[in-house]
Each structure stands twice: as C-alpha cells, then as structure tokens.
C-alpha cells in the first residue's frame, strides 16, 4: 500500500531558529501533497496544498512566509518554519493522494511534533 | 466557521458493543465523506468512506450512514474491540475538511 514518510518525528528548537519538515512519498509519485497542524484537541486544520514543480497554495491565514513549502520532486515536499516562535509548537501532518487508494483518500505521514523553546 | 463538526470528544464503550461516532456538516456541496482513525504520536489511518449518493456502506464492523437531508452521518463499530480505541476523525471533500475529532475508548 501507500506509504508516506515523514521527518523528523520530534524536533525541539530554540525560539528563532528555523526547522525543516521533509515528507516523502516511499512508494508513489505524489503531484501534490498536503501540509497539515493539529493543535491539542483540536482538527486537522489544512495549512497548504503543496504543488510539484510550482508555488504551493495557502489557506486563509496561513503566512506564507513564515511556513515555506518547498515540491521539488514527485516525491519530496519539505515544510520550513522559519523563525519559530513557541505559538508555532504543534502537531504537523502532510499526506498525499496515491492512486492505489482513491481520489479521495489521502495516506498520511507519521506526524512531526514540533516544540518551540 | 467549522463546516464539519463531530459533537461529541469522547466517547466510552464496553467491549462487545456497539460505537456511534456521529459527524454532521453544513456544506450542501459535499459529495464524499470519510473516516480516519488516528492513534497518538502517528498520522491518520483512512477507514471507511461514502460517497453522497449511497445512504450505507459496510465494511466488516465498520458501517457508515449518510442522511443528507440532515446533513449528518455516523460511524458504527459492532462489536467494538479495545484496538479500536483511538481518536475518529470524520472527513469531507476528499480529506480537505476535518471534524474536530472523536476520541474512542472501548474498555474490557
């Protein structure tokens, strides 16, 4: 089946430091990815659409500038907090659809818990 | 403004019944719903899907109901088993929309 890997699975950092998120398709080419934050028990709320080859798509609030989203192969798509601050500690989600599993049906990645000091 | 609601954040049964995990949304223009379950530290699992035009789908002791006139659907897991504890997440518009989460505890 469709498996998606994403990492690191924890990372803490210092308040101001950027981090790099990597998610990658193992299996299947992936066009487009989806970035992802749950905070504490609360939804899945979609950050992004990560688009191969072009500018990822934000949702409404989502600074761009402050999460980068980086598609530079089918299957690689890489989140980058920069200048953290210790509101950006959460839970970061990305999934992508494989063909295997449907147009609907997103496989997503282990998650990548990140804490800001 | 939340477009997929799940209610309830908990919910516990014993072992052997049966688990209703209910999702009710506002979007008229969602046509397919799904269900991920999610244990902690690990992303999401699909499990179950419906596309608007069914009203059941079945899939071993999994069962999803879609009432559109209601704009409500519901998982059921019969009998329930303590490995289906873990948080349930209902879906719409191919995964672009999440509910807030149910969390599942079937107890022994």
């Known amino acids: 089946g469709a498996v998606v890997s994403q990492h690191p699975s924890r990372v803490i950092c210092k308040s101001g430091t950027s981090v790099k998120i990597e998610c990658r398709s193992l299996d299947f080419q992936a066009t487009t990815m989806f970035w992802y934050r749950q905070f504490p028990k609360q939804s899945l709320m979609l950050m992004a659409t990560?688009?191969?080859?072009?500018?990822?798509?934000?949702e409404q609030g989502v600074e761009k500038d402050k999460f980068l989203i980086n598609h530079a192969s089918l299957t690689l798509s890489t989140l980058t907090v920069t200048s953290a601050h210790p509101e950006d500690s959460s839970f970061y989600i990305c999934?992508?659809?494989?063909?295997?599993?449907?147009?609907?049906?997103?496989?997503f990645g282990a998650g990548s818990r990140l804490t800001v000091l | 403004d939340q477009q997929v609601k799940q209610n309830s954040p908990s919910l516990s049964v014993q072992e052997g019944r049966i688990s209703i995990l209910n999702c009710d949304y506002t979007?008229?223009?969602?046509?397919?719903f799904l269900w991920y379950k999610k244990y902690p530290a690990e992303g999401p699992t699909f499990l179950i899907s419906i596309s608007s035009i069914k009203d059941k789908n079945e899939d071993g002791r999994f069962t999803v109901f879609l009432n559109k006139s209601a704009k409500h659907l519901s998982l059921h897991i019969v009998p329930s088993q303590p490995g289906d504890s873990a948080v349930y997440f209902c879906?719409?518009?191919?995964?672009?929309?999440f509910g807030a989460g149910t969390i599942l505890r079937v107890k022994s």
């Open positions: 879906a719409a518009s191919s995964s672009l929309v």
């Open positions: 990560s688009n191969e080859g072009s500018k990822a798509t934000y």
């Open positions: 999934s992508a659809r494989s063909q295997a599993s449907g147009a609907n049906v997103l496989t």
């Open positions: 979007n008229s223009m969602f046509d397919y």
